[in-house]
């Protein structure tokens, strides 16, 4: 590649992403010779021995204990969790329902959980740090857990509930300041639950 690579703009479809449906950011990146390209058509970070790449990673905000919100409608706040959960030591976050008619209505979930952190003998659930190479930082009062390190990201379960960051930015391998040009961030909506009523019927 002739010349420094600039990433020019990032976008999602949609900023209101679903549990296991991919979230594919289109980044557009202009070449030392004034071509423009998409991030598809650039070396990503690491995987090649290309100088210049596209340095992509993706964010979950940590939700704190005084801003819970419902598993099911991840819009709308907490108002009711269910003990049982606790007990069971089953994901925090799927415990929290916006009312009783939502808790109730999705009750076969919370029976697969308890099923599931008896036999399992814990929570069954994988902890924030089990990505490898992942870490925390806080950012105008907002806390974030690295998630991903591609350009396309598939939320988890764990990221139901929690908002999502995008950052890329181009990478000069071979310079002592790597990232180079301006740092261009998404921030998605909540994460909401994927085919959740369509397992409740099956579960039921």
Not at 84 to 92: G, H, W, Y
Not at 122 to 142: A, H, I, L, Q, W
Not at 165 to 188: H, L, M, N, Q, R
Request: with cysteine.
């Amino acid at each position: 590649m002739a010349g420094p690579l600039h990433v020019l703009s990032a976008r999602l479809q949609s900023d209101t992403p679903v549990s296991t449906v991919a979230l594919e950011p289109y980044v557009l990146c202009r070449r030392g010779d004034g071509t423009t390209v998409s991030a598809e058509e650039v070396p990503a970070e690491g995987h090649t021995d290309s100088r210049f790449s596209v340095k992509c990673r993706w964010y979950r905000s940590v939700v704190t204990k005084g801003g819970q919100y419902c598993w099911v409608h991840p819009e709308k706040e907490a108002a009711i969790q269910c003990i049982l959960c606790l007990r069971c030591k089953v994901d925090t976050k799927k415990s929290y329902h916006c009312s009783p008619e939502c808790l109730r209505e999705h009750w076969a979930f919370h029976r697969d959980f308890h099923q599931q952190s008896r036999e399992n003998g814990d929570n069954g659930f994988p902890r924030v740090d089990s990505f490898k190479g992942s870490y925390t930082y806080s950012n105008s009062g907002e806390t974030w857990v690295e998630v991903g390190r591609e350009r396309v990201y598939t939320p988890v379960p764990e990221d139901v509930g929690a908002i999502l960051k995008f950052e890329c930015t181009s990478y000069d391998a071979a310079s002592p300041y790597p990232e180079v040009g301006k740092t261009f961030s998404i921030i998605t909506a909540r994460v909401r639950p994927g085919g959740m009523r369509r397992h409740a019927e099956l579960a039921r």
